[in-house]
């Protein structure tokens, strides 16, 4: 039988953990320090909770209680006068455990500590793993572990981030309104990256990590609820509409499945409402990709599939991102849309572009219509380019099934 109290404390750390360490830092400055007193109260909590009773504001009750610790450990530590006067301040708000803190905080709080982790001057991996320390509450060895680093290598990343902080001066902050919509692009990028390597991993033995693309999309829930815009609604909506097919994109073996594979009856339906629901009418980078993802999760099959439509809204967002990747995925479109021969053309063009040398998905694509054309030859030999480059088991078992099949 589950302990309610212990229930109650995991509950409350996967809701309240980037609320307390985003009001610590704000209060105190020192983002270890934040993050000891944040796990110091939350340690605390079992034990007092189960004497005492779960608090009526567990959030309030957390915050409360570290920033009492905060306080209490830097009296203990104050050496000079800076010290003194800092522990000082705080002390004005060292509050009883059961009384609430400001209820005006949480938002502007959480709000400063995503701009700050995903702020233009830290290198992007780190903007990446500060996000998942700070705000999801991620340990260091699990985020060593979600992207295959040793966890020395991601204690280090994360150590170089705060000091960079501290050090350039970073501001805890919320960007002006002129600054505003760069620096969301920032935030949201490091999101969608976050749930890209949980839903379609880039290296190791898993296509899927769960647990990552879940604290994307939760991520993602705080910041439409905190900064409603267009572009923050219309990421989540594209990482619901592909969440949505999570499970069948791996059957019970652990073999990739094909999307013209899978098993539509099987997709989260309450999920692609909820994506349909949240998707904007404004035109942008994440709403098209969001647009695009609709026609599909929508689609009975993929010959059902509305094809030029896709292709239209492809068009469009090279306007946004004429980036070769989008390019690569207008082909398919094109070739499911107006002809294998067209599709491959355009394939074709990329490859002798080099835009995309030693990524595994130009030559596993150009592979995949050359079969589906009948050049078998041409198809085994784009199989074997693309064998020589992926990087994950799944996708390499799924890759040399398909070459294994030409040769028999």
Known sequence: MTDPVEAAV????????????????????????????????????????????IPAKPGAWLTTTARN??????RRQAVGAAKLRRSAVLARGHNKPDEPAEPDEVPDDRLRLIF????????????????????????????????????????????????????????????????????LNAVLAV??????????????AELVRQSLSAEAIRLARLLVRLLPEPEAQSLLALMLLHDARRSTRVDSAGAF??????DRSRWDVAEIAEGLR?????????????AI????????????????????????????????VVRLNRAVAVAMADG??????????????????????????????????????????????????VSTDVERAYLQARLDELKL
Not at 191 to 204: D, H, I, P, Q, T
Not at 357 to 368: E, F, K, Q, S, V
Request: glycine share 6%.
């Open 10 to 53: 995991a509950e409350a750390f996967a809701a309240e953990w980037g609320q307390v360490v985003a009001t610590l830092i704000r209060v105190t400055g020192d983002w270890d320090l934040a993050e000891d007193c944040a796990a110091d109260a939350f340690a605390v909590a079992v034990d007092r909770w189960r004497r005492d009773g």
């Open 69 to 74: 610790r905060a306080t209490d450990l830097i």
């Open 116 to 183: 700050t982790c995903c702020h233009p001057a830290l290198p992007f991996d780190a903007r990446v793993a500060l996000t998942l320390r700070t705000l999801v509450g991620l340990t260091t060895a699990e985020i060593a572990r979600a992207f295959l680093v040793p966890e020395p290598t991601m204690y280090q990343r994360l150590t170089r981030a705060k000091r960079k902080i501290r050090e350039a001066g970073i501001p805890y902050r919320v960007p002006p309104a002129h600054l505003l919509a760069d620096r």
């Open 191 to 204: 999101v969608y990256l976050l749930f890209n390597e949980g839903y379609a991993a880039s290296a190791g």
């Open 257 to 262: 499945v094909t999307l013209e594979q899978q």
């Open 278 to 290: 949240l998707l904007p009418a404004t035109p942008g980078p994440y709403q098209l990709q969001a």
């Open 293 to 324: 993802a609709a026609c599909h999760a929508t689609a009975a099959s993929v010959g059902a599939t509305d094809w030029p439509r896709i292709v239209g809204l492809y068009d469009d967002l090279l306007r946004f991102a004429a980036s070769p």
């Open 340 to 389: 294998l021969a067209n599709g491959l053309a355009l394939v074709e063009e990329l490859a002798e572009s080099g835009e995309l040398a030693g990524y595994h998905l130009l030559p596993a694509t150009r592979a995949d219509l050359l079969r589906r054309q009948g050049s078998y030859a041409l198809a085994s030999k784009a199989y074997e380019e693309a064998l020589a480059l």
